[in-house]
């Protein structure tokens, strides 16, 4: 067998072959000139063998996967061709994408280990800088989801995202049957929203939508209001409790602040405490909080109250559900807990639809697999300080699209 059989059958080069090879041991090099067909060139459209247009063309490069630790790149000039159907084109490349600089192997690694790892440890591993990386990626991900269409979209969550340390925000689109991300915005105002709705789902896939979730904004409301005529919407319980949550908090960081020296010792430790549910909770946890009743009232009253709320989930009737309801928001009213109180006035203005839980349960399952998935996409997004970088990420990891099954199929080695 010669060198270049031996190379071929390593490199697993079906279909295109190697016309020459150098190694260069101290560079860690292995450069190969490659060639797509035997004999010919063909049309990357219909595979049929076309002229060679007599102009000298410029030799190309594509990285490949690196091959015990040498780093391999491809070498080749690409013909164009007149093809009797297509016309004068570039003849196919088997090995990359069109534009790639990068063969589709390689490309393959690349989202596996963005998947897989993080960004420092995928740039060691395949031997580039990080900013080579994120543009490799970025390029490779718009292609493989590119003209990438949003089919039987059911039940919807509609959810805000911060990113570049929290001083930028995006909206997130998810299908709630699916437990992905079907779409990705920048900034969270309405005009972002109603560019989903309207340049992303058509009139029909609009009104086929079920079931929609979302947190108490204004914004998101409104607008599946306006654009899902069909859609029961359900205010999401995580986002509710969440609401709860920070109002206690709210509470509990303005008694510290008024507090004396040892009112601040009483409530040292607190916050973890006051949001645990109540399931899991010790008795010791259960004697600090009746501790809490004597020494300051206030906290302890924030805490009974978002306590009782939990129980409003587990209702299975509706009418119950309603009564409980009021009633606890009767109880609050009367805490003259300011920020209570304006906890209240939202869950009042929105009413119908914190209701809806009961009735339709968007089940517990499916807001559990949603709030997995914006964990996710949350711890994913922090450090970014560019949306696109964010959403690389985040389509590659919960998206709707199964990016690296877009690589065929036999470029696909880990
Ligand atoms: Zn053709």
Known sequence: MTGNKVLEKLLRMKGFRITWFAIYERKKEISVGVKPHKTGCRCPLCNRRGKIVPVVQNTREWRDVIMCGMKV???????????????????????????????????????????????????????????????????????????????DLKSIGIDEISYCKGKKYATVVYDLDRHCVVWIGRGKGRETIDEFFLKKLSKQQRTRIQRASCDMSETYIGAIEDHCPNAVLVLDHFHITKALGAAMDEVRKEE????????????????????????NRTKRDTRLINQLKKSNRRIHRAWVLKDEFAQFWEYVNPKSAEN?????MTAAMKSRIQPIKDFVATLRKHLPYVLAYTGTRISNAVAEGLNRVIKIVKNRASGFQSLDAFSDLIYLVVGDVDIPEQIPSRFRTL
């Open 256 to 279: 510290w602040r008024l507090a004396d020296k040892s009112g601040k010792e009483a409530l040292k430790g607190m916050r973890w405490l006051l949001f645990m549910h109540s399931s």
């Open 324 to 328: 409980f309801l009021r009633a606890w």
């Open 73 to 151: 790149t491809f070498y080749y000039p690409p013909k164009e061709i007149i093809c009797a159907t297509h016309g004068r084109i570039q003849e196919v490349i088997p090995w990359a994408d069109a534009y790639a600089r990068v063969t589709y192997r390689f490309e393959y690694l690349m989202l596996m280990f963005a998947q897989m790892m993080t960004q420092k440890a995928a740039t060691q591993l395949l031997h580039m800088a990080k900013s080579t990386f994120s543009d490799l990626l970025h390029r490779a991900i718009q292609r493989l989801r590119a003209g990438h269409r949003i089919r």
